[in-house]
């Protein structure tokens, strides 16, 4: 069974840095691709990127430039590295597994979700 | 982007109910969606992949159709365990994006 632990969040000031780690188990980490998502207070599910085996990382526009995904095999660990706070980055950040799907042939949803770690940025 | 248009925001339904939960894609995204469920307080858990198919260990009231822009998502009779959020979630193309959400409540 693949088990998610994120760590790292915290109270951060607009313009600050935060770097969150998500440690994994249960599978052969090299070949994962992972995810991470977040939720803000009183708002749905937003994607913030993944990075796949190998280390490529893709964002969406919102977050790329600001922040970025890495990944250190040696240690089943995944990063988000959190740049250039603003208050609207405030969000419990989910880190998830991408499930690989046979008929598809290809990535698919998120099957394995971590219970998140929350980030507060106010000054 | 892919823009998900999920209806109803707010849904309140009484115990043994059949709910149903659609989920419009701004272009074809083939069988590529997802249904969570996020009870207050918990990470989401995927229902249903691909569309149509129930992931394991989930019961089988819960079920999913729909392929292209359109998808369905039912709860066949509605149990009070399922008070929760219910997000759809498409992977066909990036960005990844997701429907607003469904609150469902109990009646």
């Known amino acids: 069974e693949v088990h998610v632990v994120e760590s790292g969040g915290g109270l951060a000031r607009p313009g600050g840095s935060l770097r969150l780690s998500c440690a994994v188990s249960g599978l052969i980490f090299r070949d994962a691709w992972m995810s991470w998502v977040r939720r803000a207070p009183g708002k749905g599910l937003e994607w913030v990127g993944r990075i796949k085996k190998g280390g490529t990382a893709d964002y969406p526009a919102p977050v790329e430039g600001r922040f970025s995904i890495s990944r250190d095999d040696s240690k089943n660990i995944i990063y988000l590295q959190l740049n250039n706070l603003k208050a609207e980055d405030t969000a419990v950040y989910y880190c998830?597994?991408?499930?690989?799907?046979?008929?598809?042939?290809?990535?698919?949803?998120?099957?394995?979700w971590g219970q998140g770690t929350l980030v507060t940025v106010s000054s | 982007d892919i823009q998900m248009t999920q209806s109803p925001s707010s849904l309140s339904a009484s115990v043994g109910d059949r709910v149903t939960i659609t989920c419009r894609a701004s272009q074809d995204i083939r069988n590529g969606l997802n249904w969570y469920q996020q009870k207050p307080g918990k990470a989401p858990k995927v229902l249903i992949y691909d569309a149509s198919n129930l992931e394991i260990g989930v019961p089988e009231r819960f079920s999913g159709s729909g392929s292209g822009t359109d998808f369905t998502f039912t709860i066949s009779s509605l149990q009070p365990e399922d008070i929760a959020t219910y997000y759809c979630?498409?992977?066909?193309?990036?960005?990844?994006?997701f429907g607003q959400g469904t609150k469902l409540e109990i009646k």
């Open positions: 979630h498409q992977y066909d193309n990036l960005p990844y994006t």
């Open positions: 998830t597994h991408i499930a690989w799907s046979a008929s598809r042939r290809g990535p698919a949803g998120f099957d394995t």
